[in-house]
């Protein structure tokens, strides 16, 4: 059925915008893997005291435990914090999460700095007020101590990690192959239909969409393949556009 464009409907089409909306938080502007909602954190740092106070098999155990009561949370703090897909099955998820308690722990245990010489105060009454403020500030001094220097002990070693991954992620290698083909296909990570010569290729031979690489990049601290999780040591793109995108992103990440 053809529809002429007259004066009279010719301003009547209504264009819907869709915003991207967290499956976590449900805040609109954002992803799951770039969610900065507090819980998330909140948990992280109950998983840090968990995993330091118990031997791993105890720690996957009480995190099957905890996935009973809030496995929403337990997934999403895996897609933001150790950049698996939000789909992936629990025990994946679990396995990472594990895994990225290991780091942490490590990096503290490596981090042998006293307390009163390096605890920031701005930064520790922030995080008082992110774990419940007047209910930390009331606990018994020593208890009040512990949590201060375990909080900073975290961040220090946070702060240690993002410095090493800025320097893997400036060792990543790019480089230009042509593409030719002109069909679309499903990105693995988004499941939008894409270009194919928007896809970018890994060192170990599957591919994802630019922009889902962009992301990942951006927001891991150590990127590995999202399917296989070999490290990223070089990148294979279609043009030099898309080649000065990844190249900055790398060196300013």
Not at 142 to 161: D, G, K, P, V, Y
Not at 197 to 217: A, E, P, R, S, T
Request: with cysteine.
């Amino acid at each position: 059925m053809n529809l002429e464009m007259n004066p009279e409907n010719r301003n009547t089409r209504v264009i819907n915008v869709t915003r991207t909306c967290c499956s976590f938080c449900k805040t609109p502007g954002h992803n799951v893997q770039t969610c900065d909602d507090i819980r998330l954190f909140r948990f992280q740092y109950i998983c840090v005291e968990v995993y330091n106070s118990t031997n791993v098999n105890s720690f996957k155990s009480w995190l099957c435990d905890y996935a009973i009561h809030d496995r929403e949370l337990v997934k999403a703090y895996a897609a933001r914090h150790c950049n698996i897909s939000i789909r992936s099955s629990l025990l994946n998820c679990i396995e990472h999460i594990t895994h990225k308690m290991s780091v942490i722990n490590q990096t503290i245990q490596d981090t042998n700095v006293i307390y009163n010489n390096t605890i920031n105060i701005h930064q520790t009454m922030q995080l008082i007020r992110v774990l419940g403020g007047e209910r930390v500030l009331s606990t018994e001094p020593n208890e009040s101590q512990r949590l201060l220097h375990a909080l900073t002990l975290l961040n220090m070693s946070q702060q240690m990690i993002e410095e090493h991954a800025k320097e893997r992620k400036r060792s990543i290698q790019t480089s230009i192959i042509e593409c030719n083909d002109t069909h679309t296909y499903e990105c693995s990570i988004c499941y939008e239909e894409v270009p194919k010569k928007l896809f970018v290729k890994i060192n170990c031979g599957h591919q994802f969409c630019k922009d889902c690489m962009k992301q990942h990049i951006q927001n891991s601290l150590n990127p590995t393949c999202a399917f296989c999780r070999t490290e990223i040591t070089n990148l294979e793109l279609s043009s030099q556009e898309m080649r000065n995108e990844l190249n900055m992103l790398l060196i300013h990440t």
